[in-house]
């Protein structure tokens, strides 16, 4: 059987300082540390979104509900960015530890790429993957001119059939509720 395509709202959130932060540093800690910080994004952002896979430092999210629109996209992103920050300042306080992953923690950040598309779930080695055109392009995404132009600042980043999809959704609730008022006004 061929397996189903469906469309989704896709969303990878990324570490940047992750390559330098693991460089020569006292790795459990580290991972720990990324791990932490990872499941609270996960956390916050699972509501709305479902974890597709982990992958390093990053995780990618997808949702198949084609009601994610912009202002519910912005709010999760905003909240899952400030729960990270929160969070590496919490675990920067608790540890007296000075190696230097515990001392670098701040320097990390959070980025995120959004995008809408269409995939198809397969197994590969017992585990459930997404696959597809759109799949690629999301994480090609994440290879941008933004951090050289915006100067390492974190930042979020949506693609254009994204924006169109929030557009299309808006004008389905327009026109459903002119829809409703014609109706309410003709009885
Ligand atoms: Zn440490």
Redesign the pocket.
């Known amino acids: 059987m061929l397996p189903k395509t469906e469309s989704a709202c896709f969303v990878i959130a990324d570490i940047s300082g992750y390559t330098s932060f693991l460089a020569g540093v006292?790795l459990d800690?580290a991972h720990d540390i990324i791990a932490d910080v990872m499941d609270t994004v996960v956390r916050c952002l699972r509501p709305l979104f479902r974890l597709a896979k982990f992958e390093g430092d990053a995780a990618f999210f997808y949702a198949v509900n084609d009601k994610v629109d912009g202002s519910l996209l912005q709010d999760a992103i905003e909240s899952a960015y400030f729960a990270f920050r929160k969070r590496l300042r919490n675990i920067s306080q608790a540890?007296s530890?000075?190696?230097s992953?515990?001392?670098d923690i701040q320097k990390l950040d959070l980025k995120f790429v959004s995008h809408h598309g269409e995939f198809i779930k397969h197994r590969m080695a017992g585990r459930e993957e997404l696959a597809g055109r759109d799949v690629i392009v999301i994480h090609r995404l994440l290879k941008n001119a933004v951090n050289e132009r915006l100067g390492g600042h974190a930042y979020a980043l949506y693609s254009d059939p994204c924006i169109q999809q929030w557009a299309s959704i808006h004008s389905r609730r327009v026109s459903s509720s002119t829809e409703s008022r014609s109706t309410s006004s003709a009885t």
């Open positions: 006292e800690h540890t530890c000075q190696c992953a515990c001392r």
